[in-house]
């Protein structure tokens, strides 16, 4: 098999981390970036992967990471765009700060990630978007976090037009609710999340999902088995949406 070189944006905890780990098995060079040091670090000194800090919301730190790996001669076959936010809110309790940190995390942090990164992106590339079943179904305080996905989701139509002759493909994945740190980091409850996880026995599926569950589907992504592969979504939500 051949070997690739994957980076993977906010790895240092949930399906980035597991799909860093997964990577690190698979003989690939694996790449992460994160926006705490001490957490990249941690993961550096665990699976002996590349790390750069890079917080999806500071342009320059953006910038930077791009310009190193140019000067490295990088040449990234994967980029897995995965860093993101979940800061619910009401929308009638919604400010003007709140919405202009989830847009630039979740939608100008990926743009202006690949952007950076495109002078490294091999010929034929892959990069995988990570999106949430969020942009087909609503959910109380999320509107904006349904926004910040959905945008981006409409800027992959573009890029695979733009960056078409340069061999990159873009898709993405709409992962279900998935127990993650993203549920803390949210506020929510020890007990809040394990009555929503219950609730989840009630899918197909019968559970909540977990990160570990979304790696096939983005590998698969990632892989040449899906090089015909342009603007495609896979739902990844255990029949949440059935």
């Avoid at 590349?50 to 917080?55: E, G, P, Q, S, V």
């Avoid at 202009?100 to 939608?107: G, K, L, Q, R």
């Avoid at 573009?158 to 873009?170: F, I, S």
Wanted: proline share 4%; net charge negative; charged share 15%.
């Amino acid at each position: 098999m051949q070997i690739k070189t994957i980076l993977i944006t906010g790895a240092t905890s949930g399906i980035g981390l597991a799909l860093a780990k997964h990577n690190v098995a698979l003989g690939n060079n694996v790449i992460i970036t994160g926006r705490n040091q001490e957490k990249l670090d941690a993961v550096v000194a665990d699976l002996g992967v590349k790390a750069y800090l890079a917080d999806s919301a500071n342009l320059d730190q953006l910038a930077s990471l791009g310009k190193s790996l140019e000067e490295e001669g990088v040449k990234l076959d994967g980029v897995v765009l995965n860093a993101g936010i979940f800061h619910p809110s009401p929308f009638m309790n919604a400010t003007p700060a709140h919405f202009d940190e989830m847009i630039a995390v979740n939608t100008k942090g990926p743009f202006f990630t690949l952007q950076a990164l495109q002078p490294c992106l091999a010929n034929p590339s892959s990069v995988v978007f990570v999106s949430s079943i969020v942009v087909q179904k609503g959910f109380p305080g999320s509107a904006v976090y349904s926004a910040s996905k959905a945008a981006f989701e409409a800027v992959i139509h573009v890029l695979n037009v733009e960056l078409a002759d340069l061999g990159v493909r873009v898709n993405s994945i709409r992962p279900g609710i998935t127990a993650t740190e993203i549920h803390s980091k949210a506020g929510m409850s020890t007990e809040q999340q394990t009555a929503v996880f219950e609730s989840l026995k009630a899918t197909p599926l019968g559970r909540e999902l977990r990160a570990e569950d979304h790696l096939g589907s983005i590998q698969y992504l990632l892989d040449d088995a899906s090089t015909p592969l342009r603007n495609v979504t896979i739902e990844v939500d255990g029949g949440y949406l059935v």
